[in-house]
């Protein structure tokens, strides 16, 4: 049941920040968003309802007594702000700190904040695996133990931030419950005009960047069904614990098979060449020694890789159904257009 408190939404102008404050207020929610700078999440103030029930508000994860203030009289809250990136100068100062102190932060200011009855955070499958392993199926209970600040430096950043979040929880004993939500690659329409990393693979694939069909493969999820799996979250009294938020897995090749039949074929560098073999990944493998390091080592510890994974437990506790991710390509695709981040097709052009 929807209650006159607000539902606090860090990093509320993130790719999925964005969409989760929409669906709240499509669901009669009032929301407090945060941001750095509130003029960076303005476009949010465009959603229906928003003019009677979203409030933007600067925070900065990094300054406890910022927190303190938003928090209050907020009665649940989704922390979604969390850098992502897989290249920085610096992993620990830009990566790991932000992320780690990030959540910490926000769950001492809940537990400050007596009418905060349930956090829920938005995780990653990072947080499960740093690579898959072969035969491997993920699930809730998995961790990842093998990233480094040298060897996956954002999944490190992601696993550390929720076992820190869990540690606090069993530490402190708040009047609040926790649910953590760890998606994969999340893709779809953005609500607003900054490019995500993960849609950031179309562009560069449109761009040219990949010269052939490289062996990687991805877990998608539509950026909605995450939305909706943390407002399920909030709604749902009997969710606990963590939950994998992943629809299908496809490969580059594939990938690219759905970008053309979307329309994104003449005009783009699209891949053509198979790097996809034996032969190939030996290539790619050399060739990602030149890559920044947080690309090279994704690359590395990637590459072959098909991951799997047991998403039953959200649907069966939730009741979250996932989205065709085919159809979700095709929309990320038109997106992207609409923003100004791929060439617009000849045909939409005209």
């Known amino acids: 049941m929807v209650s006159g408190e607000p539902v606090l939404v860090t990093g509320a102008a993130g790719f999925v920040g964005a969409q989760v404050v929409a669906r709240l207020l499509e669901g009669g929610y009032r929301?407090?968003?945060?941001?750095?700078?509130?003029?960076?999440?303005?476009?949010?103030?465009?959603?229906?309802?928003?003019?009677?029930?979203?409030?933007?508000?600067?925070?900065?994860?990094l300054e406890p007594e910022s927190l303190n203030a938003v928090v209050r009289g907020c009665g649940q809250v989704i922390h979604a702000a969390s850098p992502y990136t897989l290249h920085v100068a610096d992993p620990q100062r830009d990566l790991v700190e932000p992320a780690v102190q990030g959540t910490l932060g926000v769950l001492r200011a809940c537990r400050a904040s007596p009418g905060v009855r349930r956090v829920v955070l938005t995780s990653s499958m990072a947080a499960v695996t740093d690579e898959p392993e072969p035969g491997q199926v993920l699930t809730e209970e998995d961790w990842n133990v093998k990233s480094t600040l040298r060897r996956n430096p954002y999944y490190l950043s992601k696993a550390l931030a929720e076992r820190q979040a869990w540690q606090f929880m069993e530490e402190h004993r708040p009047p609040f419950d926790l649910v953590a939500i760890n998606p994969w690659t999340v893709i779809g329409p953005s609500l607003g005009p900054t490019?995500?990393?993960?849609?950031?693979?179309?562009?560069?694939?449109?761009?040219?960047?990949?010269?052939?069909?490289?062996?990687?493969?991805?877990?998608?999820?539509?950026?909605?069904?995450?939305?909706?799996?943390?407002?399920?979250?909030?709604?749902?009294?009997?969710?606990?614990?963590?939950?994998?938020?992943?629809?299908?897995?496809?490969?580059?090749?594939?990938?690219?098979?759905?970008?053309?039949?979307a329309g994104f074929d003449q005009g783009y560098k699209l891949p053509r060449i198979g790097l996809d073999s034996a032969a190939g990944n030996v290539l790619v493998r050399v060739v990602s020694y030149l890559q920044p390091r947080g690309k090279g080592t994704f690359v590395r510890t990637h590459l072959g890789r098909v991951p799997a994974f047991d998403n039953a437990k959200i649907q069966r506790d939730l009741g979250l159904s996932f989205r065709d991710v085919r159809g979700s390509i095709a929309e990320t695709m038109r997106d992207l257009e609409r923003w100004g981040h791929i060439a617009p097709r000849p045909s939409a052009a005209a």
Do not use: W
């Not at 003029?39 to 409030?55: D, I, M, S, Y």
């Not at 994998?244 to 496809?250: I, M």
């Open 195 to 261: 490019l995500n990393a993960s849609n950031a693979l179309f562009v560069d694939l449109v761009k040219g960047v990949f010269p052939g069909y490289v062996n990687l493969s991805f877990a998608l999820v539509d950026v909605r069904d995450v939305a909706e799996a943390h407002v399920r979250a909030l709604e749902t009294a009997a969710a606990r614990g963590r939950y994998v938020c992943a629809s299908e897995v496809l490969g580059m090749r594939d990938i690219v098979r759905l970008m053309r039949a």
């Open 31 to 61: 929301v407090r968003g945060t941001a750095r700078k509130p003029a960076t999440a303005e476009f949010l103030l465009r959603l229906p309802g928003a003019t009677q029930r979203l409030e933007l508000v600067a925070a900065d994860l």
